[in-house]
Nanobody, 126 residues
Framework: QVQLVESGGGLVQAGGSLRLSCAAS????????MGWFRQTPGKERDLVAA????????YYADSVKGRFTISRDNAKNTVYLQMNSLKPEDTAVYYC???????????????????WGQGTQVTVSS
């Protein structure tokens, strides 16, 4: 079974930056699209960004375009989310996820992902 472990969350002031990391094991990481989701209490888990297995294709939610960057290092089995110009509305628990099917397609639906990390809290103060 694949295991995903996030790190890098924390408390930051508005305008600041954080870099999240997600270390994967147990699956051929380099064959799968990876995504970062976020969730706030009482709301659904939403996709923030996703990246194809090669890193050649990415997707970003409109709310984070131009501020967040997703990347991956297949040699290290790690995916990253660089978050700049953070806003209080970015406050959420951030989850790393692995797509259920291998291939180059960049999946954007929650149900397309079947493995999840435990989540890391990101809090942006105003």
């Amino acid at each position: 079974q694949v295991q995903l472990v996030e790190s890098g969350g924390g408390l930051v002031q508005a305008g600041g930056s954080l870099r999240l990391s997600c270390a994967a094991s147990g699956r051929t990481f380099s064959r799968y699209t990876m995504g970062w989701f976020r969730q706030t209490p009482g709301k659904e888990r939403d996709l923030v960004a996703a990246i194809s297995w090669s890193g050649g294709s990415t997707y970003y939610a409109d709310s984070v375009k131009g501020r967040f960057t997703i990347s991956r290092d297949n040699a290290k089995n790690t995916v990253y989310l660089q978050m700049n110009s953070l806003k209080p509305e970015d406050t959420a628990v951030y989850y790393c996820a692995c797509a259920a099917r291998s291939g180059s397609y960049v999946y954007i639906r929650t149900y397309d992902y079947d493995r999840w990390g435990q989540g890391t809290q990101v809090t942006v103060s105003s």
